[in-house]
């Protein structure tokens, strides 16, 4: 009998051999990573937020490194919905075989539908990963994320145009993640993922300027993982469909804490820059992990807390 502890999470319909997925945006299309390991161990893939017109992004710096963590303000770079169908999904199935998702990003609910209506029926795709919660863009992002009413509006909008589960990313930048997950929810969605980055500052002392152009910039990695673990705790006592959990997750054990805290499925962020192997690396430790700590299944534990 095959006594390894089981790692199969049902997202929203799909089975995922595994719960680990790298977030979106730090993974571009998979092609940065495919020579570093064999992709398709992925329990998933998402892909790197894109919009309806190609996107520069914002002027540099756009990155810096912080106290435990990383702060961005890449403003959406992207080339695409066109370029995204025509060539970097299409070159993404060369080198992946297993889930991917798709993250999509607007400036207006019209966009969001447009755009899910564009992806509907791609091979590969399993879901939806709908961006309301970008910290580093003029036009929306995370301000569509902190209205509740206007996160429920684009989760219709999108849900009218696809036939895929919707999961609606959302910011922590408010004061209360509750009533947006549940704006999601009522809006039709099947899954929320959470969290995407804190609004921050670093500032540049000889020069009296801050560190990146933008002066804000969003920071992730493992300094927000308690926080994000809170939210995901509250999101998912908040809801009935399904929590991805993110924020900070760089090994097996925070991968346990996020399952324990509500999440079905993880997505790893800025770990994958500091260590290419992170994902992989965790996917094998993880049921080490679970047979040492007496856990046979993920069901068993998740949202305990
Ligand atoms: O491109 C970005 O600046 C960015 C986005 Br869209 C996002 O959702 N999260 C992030 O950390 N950076």
Redo the contacts with the bound molecule.
Sequence with gaps: MDMRPDMKVDLAGTELHNPVMPA??TFGYGQEYKDYFDLSILGALVT??VTWEPRY??PLP?IAECSQGMM???????PGIEHYLEEDLPMLREIYYGPVIS?I?GSSPEEYGRLARAIDGQEQVVALEV?I?????KDG?AAFGADPEISRRITEEVKKNTSLPVFM?LTPNVTDIASIARACEEGGADGISLI??FKALKIDLKARKPVTAMKYA?L?GPAIKPIALRMVNEAFHAVDIPVIGIGGISNADDVLEMIMAGATAVQV?SANLVDPWTCPDIIKELPKRMEELGIESLDEIRGVI
């Design positions: 979106s945006g790197k937020s992004g914002n756009r961005n303000s890449i403003g959406l770079q992207n993250n990003s961006n919660s970008c910290p580093n863009v992002g990313k995407n980055n969003g992730s962020g």
